[in-house]
């Protein structure tokens, strides 16, 4: 059973930065896949960044130059940096994780992910 639990969310001011930490208790390598979702209430889930097995990334344009995503095999942990945080950044942040290979449009769809964490939400004042 993959368990995926994050942390690190939090208040904090426009302009502020958290990093969220997402633990796996499997090994990240064998995910194809990994990325951060976010829900804002009354919005749909949408991914924020993606990364894959040879660590390509990519990012919303909403975050772009912002966050960052990263991970860290060796303790089976997703990241995700995010810097000059602003209001709309408010919502639950989920990491997300699957086996099954993906394609740079695939990875921004949350039907392409099995495994989910709880959500630590992100709060940001302005």
């Known amino acids: 059973q993959v368990q995926l639990v994050d942390t690190g969310g939090g208040s904090v001011q426009a302009g502020g930065s958290l990093r969220l930490s997402c633990v796996a208790s499997?090994?990240?390598?064998?995910?194809?896949?990994m990325a951060w979702f976010r829900q804002a209430p009354g919005k749909e889930r949408e991914g924020v960044a993606t990364?894959?097995?040879?660590?390509?990334?990519n990012y919303a344009d909403s975050v772009k130059g912002r966050f960052t995503i990263s991970k860290d095999n060796a303790k089976n942990t997703l990241y995700l940096q995010m810097n000059s945080l602003k209001p709309e950044d408010t919502g639950m942040y989920y990491c997300?994780?699957?086996?099954?290979?993906?394609?740079?449009?695939?990875?921004?769809?949350?039907?392409?992910?099995?495994?989910w964490g709880q959500g630590t939400q992100v709060t940001v004042s302005s």
């Open positions: 997300a994780a699957d086996y099954r290979y993906c394609t740079m449009q695939t990875s921004w769809s949350k039907y392409a992910y099995n495994y």
């Open positions: 990364i894959d097995t040879s660590a390509s990334t």
């Open positions: 499997t090994y990240t390598h064998s995910f194809a896949c």
